[in-house]
Structures are given as structure tokens and as C-alpha cells.
Nanobody, 118 residues
Framework: VQLQASGGGLVQAGGSLRLSCAAS????MAWFRQAPGKEREFVAT???????YVADSVKGRVTISRDNTGNTVYLQMSTLKSEDTAVYYC?????????????????WGQGTQVTVSS
């Protein structure tokens, strides 16, 4: 599995970004993020049947979805805050259900930097 993440960048607080993650086929996918000096934290996941779950810290501001092929997953982020600044990683799991546990994801993209300026 090779995951290719893209879409990060510099945005002003209150702005929006859409991250993309292309995989070779359909997987249970998730986005995590890691800010400097902090542990990697769960952001959102989409399962085999396209059911989604979003972390409370971003609920109402973040949506995870797939394209029509099912192979590309998007993370749409809006009303961005400075605390959203982090490297965002997409991840794929061999499981058929979503989890928020980083250890359940065995393939990771290279990470894409999101910087929110206040």
C-alpha cells in the first residue's frame, strides 16, 4: 500500500483546506495529526462502508469522505484555528472497521504540513 497525501499549506485562521490521500485501492482510512512536541492524535476515519467518525476536537469543522473510486480520501477542514497547525498524516488499516487507535493503521502517508496563522 502506498499512500500519497497532499493539500497542506499555509492558511489564515477561519480559512479552509482540503487534504487528499490517494491509495491503490479501497481501505479503511483515517487522518491523524501531530503538532510539534505532541503525540500523534486521531482526527477522522472512514470505514469500509463509508461510515465516518470525527474527533470531538474538530467536530463540526472537519468532514472526511471518499471519491467515486473509493481509493482517494479527503479531509475537508473549515474554520481553521491556530491549534489545528500540525503535520497531517493519512493512514490505511487492514481492518474492516474504523478505529481511532494509531496502532491499528499499518500504512502511512508521508505527511502534509498545515499551518494556520492567526
Amino acid at each position: 500500500v502506498q499512500l500519497q497525501a497532499s493539500g497542506g499549506g499555509l492558511v489564515q485562521a477561519g480559512g479552509s483546506l482540503r487534504l487528499s490521500c490517494a491509495a491503490s485501492r479501497r481501505y479503511v482510512m483515517a487522518w491523524f495529526r501531530q503538532a510539534p512536541g505532541k503525540e500523534r492524535e486521531f482526527v477522522a476515519t472512514i470505514d469500509w462502508d463509508d461510515k465516518t467518525y470525527v474527533a470531538d476536537s474538530v467536530k463540526g469543522r472537519v468532514t472526511i469522505s471518499r471519491d467515486n473510486t473509493g481509493n482517494t480520501v479527503y479531509l475537508q477542514m473549515s474554520t481553521l484555528k491556530s491549534e489545528d497547525t500540525a503535520v497531517y498524516y493519512c493512514a490505511a488499516s487492514r481492518l474492516t472497521y474504523s478505529t481511532t487507535y494509531v496502532g491499528d493503521y499499518n500504512r502511512w502517508g508521508q505527511g502534509t504540513q498545515v499551518t494556520v496563522s492567526s
